[in-house]
Nanobody, 118 residues
Framework: QVQLVESGGGLVQAGGSLRLSCAASRSIFSINAIIWYRQAPGKLREFVAG???????NYADSVEGRFTISRDSAKNTVYLQMSSLKPEDTAVYYCNAHVVTFEARDYWGQGTQVTVSS
């Protein structure tokens, strides 16, 4: 089991920055990957960025160069630093923990709202 708690969302003007946090209930090294997704109104949930237990990172093309995913293992927390925000980044951002043992399981946080005004 993994509990995830996101925080850091809010209202920001276009061009601004926000940092989201995803705090996990256990060591992030025991989680195969922690991934940020987002879902805008009327749209499907989409991949934003991910980081593996080995530290490899991956980004959606739409955020590459603007967003940075990182982690603090001492705090069992993964961060999403978002810069040069655009109105189209407005969405609920969700943290996902992908755990593979005998089977693959996914755990989700409650989400945090990010609103970018033009």
């Amino acid at each position: 089991q993994v509990q995830l708690v996101e925080s850091g969302g809010g209202l920001v003007q276009a061009g601004g920055s926000l940092r989201l946090s995803c705090a996990a209930s256990r060591s992030i090294f025991s989680i195969n990957a922690i991934i940020w997704y987002r879902q805008a109104p009327g749209k499907l949930r989409e991949f934003v960025a991910g980081i593996t237990s080995g530290g490899n990172t991956n980004y959606a093309d739409s955020v590459e160069g603007r967003f940075t995913i990182s982690r603090d293992s001492a705090k069992n927390t993964v961060y999403l630093q978002m810069s040069s925000l655009k109105p189209e980044d407005t969405a609920v951002y969700y943290c996902n923990a992908h755990v593979v043992t005998f089977e693959a399981r996914d755990y989700w946080g409650q989400g945090t709202q990010v609103t970018v005004s033009s």
